[in-house]
């Protein structure tokens, strides 16, 4: 098998040219770990959304904001962590907002082995802004009105056609089930 040959130079270019491409993507910075210490916040706040969260569940709700929603518009963002939060005051999810996002098959990102999972350091601090302007700012109306679900828009899951559509920000479809809060949801 012959080898190609290219002159020194050339690898040097090319070496250099992925060092400048690396650094201005941030590589350095982007793969860095959140610890676990969040800075402080209230031990429980009980706001508009009636539900009380501490240091844990603003934590739950950057990371569930931050592996969904990444690569969102920022009112995609918000609307990733408005659908927990309505689940929170549903009858057929639990009432804390780790609970929620911990559920079997309720995001499809989280298993035990992301809670300590490298993330990007600036797209986590923009997940953590979010979630506590969500959790804490009693003004705050919500993004999209009692959605309980949403998927990608290359997806179209079995469920979708029982649900009523509120809205598209950036890729995801945000769903209702069409049912008043604290109603129970059908299964499916």
Same mark, same amino acid.
């Given at each position: ?13 090319? &070496? ?12 350095? @910075?982007?793969?860095? =770990?959140?610890? !676990? ?5 209230? @031990? ?17 709700? &950057?990371?569930?904001?931050?592996? @969904? ?6 009112? %995609? ?27 079997? +098959?309720?995001? /499809? ?15 986590? @601090?923009?997940? !953590?802004?979010? /979630?506590?302007?969500?959790? =804490? ?9 009692? /959605?309980?679900?949403?998927?990608? =828009? ?12 509120? &809205?598209?920000? %950036? +890729? ?9 809060? +604290? ?6």
């Amino acid at each position: 098998m012959k080898y190609l040959k290219f002159p020194r130079w050339a690898l040097l270019v090319v &070496a250099l040219l992925l060092w400048v491409w690396l650094l201005a993507r941030g590589f350095y @910075e982007m793969h860095t =770990t959140i610890p !676990l210490e969040l800075p402080p916040a209230p @031990e429980s706040v009980n706001r508009n959304w009636g539900v009380d969260w501490n240091d844990e569940d603003l934590y739950c709700l &950057a990371l569930n904001i931050y592996f @969904e929603a990444r690569g969102e518009p920022v009112e %995609g963002k918000y609307a990733v962590g408005d659908v927990v939060m309505y689940r929170t005051q549903h009858a057929d999810y639990p009432n804390s907002v780790c609970e929620v996002i911990k559920a079997k +098959g309720a995001f /499809s990102w989280y298993n035990d082995e992301y809670i300590n999972a490298l993330v990007d350091g600036k797209a986590f @601090e923009e997940a !953590l802004f979010i /979630s506590e302007d969500i959790l =804490t700012d009693p003004q705050y109306p919500g993004m999209v009105n009692y /959605s309980l679900f949403y998927h990608a =828009t290359y997806i179209d899951p079995y469920w979708a056609d029982d649900r009523a559509k509120v &809205a598209r920000i %950036g +890729g995801h479809v945000f769903y209702s089930s069409a049912l008043k809060r +604290g109603d129970p949801i059908p299964n499916g």
